[in-house]
């Protein structure tokens, strides 16, 4: 079956960094999408990796190892706003977008 | 910006009564779906359409149906509701039919079945 892996919740300090990590395994691949949920907003989109490596977009970073299976988006400089649900979702051989249950992120002052 | 607008933010509603979620994008998107999303899961896709009258069944759609009579709008039908289906319900779209797609996502509804 098709499975994506992301930690529950994560508990972080406003300033520092934070690694959410993202295993998956699927019928194909063709991307990881991150996306950030507010609680009661709608997800909107943060970044996409097709290949590996190191994306990076102001002080979000996202990376991928499709031979791992493995991603993980990296926030830096944390700010209280940061606060959220970090969605991970797989596009498979059928393009057909495959979700984690997403991690929840709380930021500490 | 691309606007995803669900008509109800939240919904009460009793079991066995007729629910009707409407989703509209102001974008010319081609694909619009409807996803439910429940604590400790993953979104789960319950339909999605590419075109207007046309609709494809995700992975739950059982006990739902759908309608798309305009590219804009997209609705969620439950013929009957059940306590199962208290939960919120997600209506997005993105601009292409083909490839990995950016989804643009509504504020969400949120169903409460009595």
């Known amino acids: 079956g098709q499975n994506i892996d992301q930690p529950t919740e994560m508990t972080a300090t406003e300033g520092a960094i934070v690694q959410i990590n993202c295993t998956y395994q699927?019928?194909?691949?063709?991307?990881l999408f991150w996306y950030q949920q507010h609680a009661g907003e709608a997800p909107t989109f943060l970044s996409y990796n097709v290949l590996d490596g190191l994306e990076e977009k102001g002080r979000f970073s996202s990376f991928l190892s499709r031979s791992k299976g493995y991603s993980y988006l990296l926030l830096k400089e944390l700010q209280m706003k940061d606060s959220a649900s970090y969605l991970c979702a797989v596009v498979d051989s059928n393009y057909q977008l495959i979700w984690g249950a997403g991690t929840k992120l709380i930021i500490k002052p | 910006d691309v606007k995803v607008t669900q008509s109800s933010r939240y919904l009460v509603k009793r079991t066995g009564e007729k629910v009707f979620l409407e989703c509209v994008q102001d974008m010319d998107h081609e694909n619009m779906f409807w996803y439910r999303q429940d604590p400790g899961l993953g979104l789960r896709l319950i339909y999605f359409s590419y075109d207007v009258k046309m609709k494809e069944k995700g992975d739950i759609p059982e006990g739902y149906s759908v309608s798309r009579e305009k590219k804009e709008r997209f609705s969620l039908i439950l013929e009957s509701a059940s306590t199962n289906q208290t939960s919120m319900y997600l209506c997005?779209?993105?601009?292409?039919?083909?490839?990995?797609?950016?989804?643009?996502f509504g504020a969400g509804s949120r169903l409460t079945v009595l």
């Open positions: 997005a779209s993105s601009l292409w039919t083909t490839g990995a797609n950016v989804l643009t």
């Open positions: 699927t019928s194909g691949f063709n991307g």
